[in-house]
């Protein structure tokens, strides 16, 4: 049973528009929100991260929307870029940080 | 600074041999971790350390152990390989203090068993 469900599987936006990716989790032990970005051919890079006691979060054209109350948290991708084009991961955690759940993945493609 | 480096970077194994598979970091990192990532799947743990000389199983421990070998090092031993385990591999490492919750990933071993 995935403790982490992300949507959409993949995703294909037009160079300047809005890229959104879903998470829902169960536990409600988990304290830590992080996203991935990975690029073909290598391994995940922290993108952006969130705990519970904010409901928003931004990074430049990044913004991480979290709801406590729905157990679920989204990444908005602002003026979505062709570089912006990768797999990205949501992933949940403790906060001992020992294990780390993450999402399926969502495939991004940003068109040009 | 290399990060986080793993050896081998692709290996074809045949059904019930075995290989190590080789992590290391020059974070000074306490913790480190063994992901398998998989189409469709994600990524999930297979083994993690929290500090040096302990480990503990994660998601999918089943058919892999490990090895902390110092603080540097963290192998992945798979003894009777499967075609199960044709995956992705993963290491990754996090420190202590603000970084803390930050994983760090190495570039991934491609493993193929026939």
């Known amino acids: 049973q995935q403790q982490v469900k992300q949507s959409p599987q993949s995703l294909i936006v037009q160079k300047g528009g809005i890229s959104i990716i879903n998470c829902a989790y169960e536990?409600?032990?988990?304290?830590?929100f992080p996203w991935y970005q990975q690029f073909p051919g290598k391994g995940p890079a922290l993108l952006i991260a969130i705990r519970p006691d904010v409901s928003e979060k931004k990074e430049g054209r990044f913004t991480i929307s979290f709801n406590k109350s729905a157990k679920q948290f989204s990444l908005h991708i602002m003026d979505s870029q062709p570089g912006d084009s990768a797999t990205y991961f949501c992933?949940?955690?403790?906060?001992?940080?020992?294990?780390?759940?993450f999402g399926s993945g969502t495939k991004l493609n940003v068109k040009p | 600074n290399a990060g986080v480096t793993q050896t081998p970077k692709f290996q074809v194994l045949k059904t019930g041999q075995s290989m190590t598979l080789q992590c290391a970091q020059d974070m000074n990192h306490n913790s480190m971790y063994w992901y398998r990532q998989d189409p469709g799947m994600g990524l999930r743990l297979i083994y993690y350390s929290a500090s040096e000389g302990t480990t503990d199983k994660g998601e999918v421990p089943n058919g892999y152990n490990v090895s902390r070998l110092n603080k540097r090092e963290f192998s992945l031993r798979l003894e009777s390989a499967a075609p199960s385990q044709t995956s992705v591999y993963f290491c990754?490492?996090?420190?202590?203090?603000?970084?803390?919750?930050?994983?760090?990933f190495g570039p991934g071993t491609r493993l193929l068993v026939l």
């Open positions: 990754a490492s996090s420190g202590r203090g603000t970084g803390q919750e930050t994983q760090y």
């Open positions: 536990n409600t032990a988990f304290d830590y």
């Open positions: 992933a949940a955690s403790t906060n001992n940080f020992n294990k780390f759940y």
